[in-house]
């Protein structure tokens, strides 16, 4: 792996250990914690990575179609993700709850609205220029590249030791990295995907 993908990753690794981990969650305010690293991750994204502009005629014809594309790629992750909850709740009743409730704890105390636009503009958007954009693009966005983008998305969440927080991360790198694969000049669609996703699973429609 080359060292511009490398050292990036490793510094993901260590803020989501940071922010996830029990030994020093605790001392971390999370969703400002998670904040400021998806705006360092953009900014090594940008600084690292081959310069990307948005043509002018993007936001007069591609812009709808991204937002519809986007649009119906998050609701069938979300339905995805709420049939993946009855199963696991089926199998394991106890133990999936609970794990999904700890997930959800985490936005206890913060307000609604900003969580909402924090997801929206902020942490989805830099999660996709980071991961697809930036490691799976620098890697060659070969069916190679975004199974080691998988690995490494996965991975980040180790240290939660949550075990559904880890599939879920899984579940969503195979959709959002195999949607990037298939379709790059899409991109616009797959990061609407996933801000949208993000509020609407953890703050519109909780599962």
């Not at 339905?79 to 089926?90: M, N, P, R, T, Y």
Request: hydrophobic share 60%; glycine share 6%.
């Amino acid at each position: 792996m080359p060292k511009r993908v490398l050292y990036p990753v490793l510094l993901a690794f260590v803020l989501w250990t940071l922010m996830f981990s029990p030994w020093t969650k605790a001392y971390i305010p999370f969703w400002w914690g998670m904040s400021v690293s998806a705006v360092l991750l953009i900014a090594l994204s940008l600084w690292l990575g081959k310069p990307w502009s948005i043509p002018a005629t993007y936001w007069r014809r591609d812009l709808w179609l991204d937002l519809a594309l986007g649009v119906a790629i998050a609701v069938v992750l979300w339905g995805v993700f709420w049939l993946g909850d009855k199963v696991s709740q089926w199998l394991f009743p106890s133990f999936a709850r609970g794990q999904v409730d700890t997930i959800y704890d985490m936005k206890t105390g913060w307000s609604r609205v900003l969580l909402s636009l924090l997801l929206l503009f902020v942490i989805g958007p830099a999660e996709e220029i980071f991961w697809r954009r930036y490691i799976q693009g620098t890697l060659g966005n070969t069916w190679v590249a975004a199974l080691v983008t998988l690995a490494a998305y996965t991975l980040v969440h180790l240290f939660s030791l949550n075990f559904m927080l880890i599939m879920a991360a899984m579940v969503c790198g195979i959709a959002w990295g195999g949607l990037y694969k298939l379709m790059p000049q899409r991109f616009g669609a797959v990061l609407i995907s996933h801000a949208l996703w993000d509020a609407a699973v953890f703050i519109w429609f909780p599962i």
